[in-house]
């Protein structure tokens, strides 16, 4: 659990919950703007979700990497992929739009400025002007929220 | 300069954001303004920790709209130019205040590294700092951050634009 002074948890409390709902109105905020990109399938699902497991891994988040997201579920998301997920650049259990969403997704993590043309160049053909945006956009959340949950050592949903 | 990635919506708007990409999807933008105004205007933690936040991270990110905004609620506490002036590399040996080099130790290690944030800063930021202050400053960062990538990764802005001041953020009324 989180090093933060906190409540004594209500039995069974998602542990995201109970530390950004120490700022109540910011959390329900924050959640009306991040559940956009599941509820109006502004993105395939099973794309960002794959990009958000990933960036996860690469921040060594542990409470995102430890939820599912249910609308990439019931897109037909497997375990067996997120599974692959760490050796994406060499596994054949990735298509050509999830490549090329990761391999911007994994550049916006190191360094924005390092995102090169052809990076989103392959991204934008994938997904559209429109797309993009939201893809860039759900990156930002992704990329910040699992940093959040990083540096105030969020542990992984029970 | 970054090449723009993808076309801005064909509008007559002066609003920067609504002539911006962003605004290709509308929806999305207006429930971030809701965040970001709530967290500016109806949050627990002062203006002033936020801005240098704020700004720390616009220069580690190199973002050059990030770079240039001053939000005026923070002005109006009494943050100066000269003040974000120390907000750079070596701010540890400037006389900035013990509170504002924990914000900015933090906002180190949030870009750098964030799981390495150990026992020491713990206990420095929650001397400083409430619990709930904790979690606002947490998010204040992810979105300063997550801004700052968004507005370089969709490419199109100048390589540098004037410090000005701009209203602090609010949330937009709700149609």
Not at chain 1, 81 to 107: P, V
Not at chain 2, 7 to 12: F, G, M, V
Not at chain 2, 85 to 112: I, M, N, P
């Amino acid at each position: 659990m989180s090093w933060l002074p906190l409540p004594a948890p209500a039995t069974g409390r998602d542990p995201f919950e109970q530390v950004f709902g120490l700022r109540e109105n910011l959390f329900e905020a924050w959640r009306d703007f991040s559940s956009l990109f599941w509820t109006r399938r502004l993105v395939d699902p099973r794309v960002l979700e794959l990009c958000r497991l990933r960036i996860a891994q690469m921040l060594g988040a542990r409470y995102p990497q430890s939820v599912r997201t249910p609308e990439a579920q019931r897109a037909g998301l497997r375990e067996d992929r997120i599974a692959a997920l760490a050796s994406w650049r060499t596994s054949e259990a990735f298509g050509k739009t999830e490549r090329a969403c990761l391999r911007f997704a994994e550049q916006f993590v190191l360094d924005a400025r390092g995102i090169t043309d052809a990076d989103a160049a392959a991204v934008v053909a994938a997904l559209g002007d429109a797309g993009t945006v939201a893809f860039v956009e759900a990156l930002a959340i992704f990329d910040g929220f699992s940093r959040f949950c990083s540096s105030l050592d969020i542990g992984e949903r029970a | 300069m970054i090449a723009p990635r993808v076309k801005a919506p064909a509008t007559q708007s002066a609003d920067p954001i609504q002539a911006s990409p962003l605004a290709l999807q509308p929806e999305l933008l207006q429930a971030f303004l809701r965040l970001y105004g709530t967290l500016w205007s109806h949050g627990e933690l002062d203006q002033t920790s936020k801005e240098i936040a704020r700004i720390r991270n616009a220069r580690t990110i190199d973002c050059p709209i990030c770079k240039a905004i001053r939000f005026s609620g923070a002005r109006r506490e009494g943050l100066s130019e000269d003040v974000l002036d120390r907000v750079r590399d070596g701010w540890e040996h400037s006389d900035l205040t013990a509170r504002q080099k924990a914000v900015l130790r933090y906002v180190d290690c949030f870009l750098a590294s964030p799981v390495e944030i150990g026992g020491d800063l713990r206990r420095e930021l929650l001397a400083h700092f409430t619990p709930a202050q904790l979690v606002e400053l947490a998010a204040a960062v992810a979105l300063f951050m997550g801004f700052s990538k968004i507005a370089v990764a969709l490419g199109g802005l100048p390589d540098s634009i004037p410090v000005h001041e701009q209203p602090t953020p609010i949330c937009p009324a709700t149609s």
